[in-house]
């Protein structure tokens, strides 16, 4: 027995390369908002390890704007690399450390929905309206904050004026 988990530590390469992971059907960049081990490559080097992801799954419905709503999931994911010594085989593999590449996933009970919505005309109207207010009112501050200045200006040169005669 020793020699088989001796040899498979000598032997096993746990570098590797996700191309995709995604649970449910594909949903848009913009409502998956990417995906976190899409891409992902992972080189170990020299002797070999156990590399662990742990994903979080959480429930999702998308209901697009004209089309029936989709059951599909978003994820997270934290991961754990332990590189694993040859000449500790016997221990590491009593104590469950073996040499390879593990997915764990555990599901959320929450669920998120993300619906698209159009606004109304009056929402956009609403919008308009309190940025042409916003702009006058900042515009009505500048101009008093202005005319005062101007005003204790003058008054400062009428009595500069009168001092100096």
Known sequence: MAD??????GAFN???????????PYLPDNVRKGSPLHG?????????GMHQYFLKLVPLIYAPLRAAPMLSYQYSVTEHVRK????????????????????NYELSPLR??????????GHFLTNCCAIVGGVFTVMGLVDTLVHRALRVSKSAKKRGGMLSE
Not at 112 to 121: A, G, P
């Open 4 to 9: 088989v988990i001796a040899f498979t530590y």
């Open 14 to 24: 746990v570098t590797h390369r996700v191309n995709v992971l995604s649970f449910g």
């Open 40 to 48: 992902r490559s992972v080189f170990l080097g020299e002797g070999t």
């Open 84 to 103: 694993l010594d040859a000449s500790q085989a016997q221990v590491e593999a009593a104590t469950g450390l073996l040499p390879g590449v593990f997915f």
């Open 112 to 121: 998120v929905r993300i619906e698209e919505r159009r606004r109304s005309l």
